[in-house]
Structures are given as C-alpha cells and as structure tokens.
C-alpha cells in the first residue's frame, strides 16, 4: 500500500493525452473549492512520478479536487504516489473514472432477468 503524503500542488502536470482540459467541470472545482476554504479534508490525489521531468508527477486520478487546491492557493495537496510498473497511465486512469461511474451508474441487470432470478439487486436492476 502506498502511504499518502504532500507535496507542492505546483509540482503535478495534467498530462492532456489522460486527462483533456475539456473534461474539468469547473461548477465541481468551485464547489471543492468552497469546501477547502470551509475545512473540508479531501481524498488524496493520485499521482505517478513524471518519467521526463524529474521532481515533478503526473496526474493519474483526481483532477477537480487538484484544480481547487489550486484555485484556493494551497500550496499542497495531499498524493498518494504510484507505481503503475508498466501499466499505461491512460488505461490506468480510465479504469478509475469508469470505476468510479459505473459505482454512481443506476443498478442494472441482465436483459429477461429479475432480481429474484439472479438472487440479488447489487449490480442488478430491482
């Protein structure tokens, strides 16, 4: 397991090949934004070390909790640091958003099917 820590926000790149600017929603950074300034701690971000510029990261997962760290003026955010040994930072990153939407998707189940045939609703339409 990788221990969180901090590091300087100006040290972490969004590398636009992962991550498009287009895909920020800037409504979600400044609600982020406005929990910061209210206290609220936040998830780390997750990080892989720049492999063409040393001291810098480059952004794997968490682009609008990173964007309002920055709009606020923090100077650090916590990371955590991985080591994706050969995994493409794009499929890496990718298997995270899609994670995380299909976690926020409604439940579904296979077409024919209810729960009662399947034994179970998680994962499954009711």
């Known amino acids: 397991m ?9 040290s972490i790149i ?18 982020f934004a406005e929990n ?5 701690d ?8 720049c492999p063409d510029k040393p001291g810098f990261y480059r952004h794997l997962d968490g682009a609008h909790r ?15 640091i991985k080591d994706l040994d050969g995994v493409d930072p794009l499929l ?3 298997t995270k958003a899609i994670g995380r939407n299909i976690s926020h998707a409604p ?5 024919g099917q209810d729960c009662k045939e ?5 994962g499954g339409n009711p």
């Open 2 to 10: 990788n221990p969180e820590l901090p590091i300087p926000v100006s």
């Open 14 to 31: 969004l590398d636009e090949d992962i991550y498009p600017r287009k895909g920020i929603d800037h409504k979600r950074v400044a609600i």
């Open 36 to 40: 910061i300034r209210d206290g609220i």
């Open 42 to 49: 936040f998830d780390p971000i997750e990080v892989e070390p």
């Open 66 to 80: 990173w964007s309002a760290h920055k709009s606020t003026g923090m100077e650090e955010i916590k990371v955590i």
């Open 92 to 94: 890496y990153a990718a």
């Open 107 to 111: 439940p579904w189940h296979p077409p």
């Open 118 to 122: 399947i034994g179970t609703c998680q």
